[in-house]
Antibody, heavy 117, light 107 residues
Framework: EVHLVESGGVVVQPGRSLRLSCAAS????????MHWVRQAPGKGLEWVSV????????YYSDSVKGRFTISRDNSKNSLYLQMNSLRTEDTALYYC??????????WGQGTLVTVSS | DIQMTQSPSSLSASVGDRVTITCRAS??????LNWYQHRPGKAPKLLIY???SLHSGVPSRFSGSGSGTDFTLTISSLQPEDLATYYC?????????FGGGTKVEIK
């Protein structure tokens, strides 16, 4: 069974940095692309970023490009999201998602990031 | 970026009703369209991929159709457990985008 567990969500001040982690199990991690998707309070789903199986290709939404960096460590079955220059509008529940092609096949339960002074 | 527009934004229907949700893309996306169910307090789940293919384990009352710019998700007989928000998502572009969501309530 696929298991994705996000961690690292906290309350942080605007302008600060934060790194989210996702521990994956139950599948061959380095066979799959991985995504981050977020949901702001009371809002819909917003795709954030994707990384290829080998980490060689990454894409970002316009709203986070230049501030966030996605990475992975296949030896640790782990996905990361480095979030810099955080803004209040980055406040959201962040989901780690296993991709199949560009289908978002399996989702974690999410970790909550709150950006507030 | 490709914009996805869903309608309606919410609906209320009775158990057993047929429910239809539409999704329109700002440009042609062939059949690169997926549907997700997001129940309150739960992680989203993939329902339909490639516009009309049912994901493993999804009940057959869910179906999808469409190609190009216009797509439909249909629930043939609404069940109480279908209370959720439904999202379409395009996978034509490497920059994925979701529709705004349709909240389905049970009368």
């Amino acid at each position: 069974e696929v298991h994705l567990v996000e961690s690292g969500g906290v309350v942080v001040q605007p302008g600060r940095s934060l790194r989210l982690s996702c521990a994956a199990s139950g599948f061959t991690f380095d066979d799959y692309t991985m995504h981050w998707v977020r949901q702001a309070p009371g809002k819909g789903l917003e795709w954030v970023s994707v990384i290829s199986w080998d980490g060689g290709t990454t894409y970002y939404s316009d709203s986070v490009k230049g501030r966030f960096t996605i990475s992975r460590d296949n030896s640790k079955n782990s996905l990361y999201l480095q979030m810099n220059s955080l803004r209040t509008e980055d406040t959201a529940l962040y989901y780690c998602v296993k991709g199949l092609d560009s289908n978002l096949e399996d989702w974690g339960q999410g970790t909550l990031v709150t950006v507030s002074s | 970026d490709i914009q996805m527009t869903q309608s309606p934004s919410s609906l209320s229907a009775s158990v057993g009703d047929r429910v239809t949700i539409t999704c329109r893309a700002s440009q042609g996306i062939s059949n690169f369209l997926n549907w997700y169910q997001h129940r309150p307090g739960k992680a989203p789940k993939l329902l339909i991929y490639a516009a009309s293919s049912l994901h493993s384990g999804v009940p057959s009352r869910f179906s999808g159709s469409g190609s190009g710019t216009d797509f439909t998700l249909t629930i043939s007989s609404l069940q109480p457990e279908d209370l959720a928000t439904y999202y379409c998502q395009q996978s034509y572009s490497s920059l994925l985008t979701f529709g705004g969501g349709t909240k389905v309530e049970i009368k």
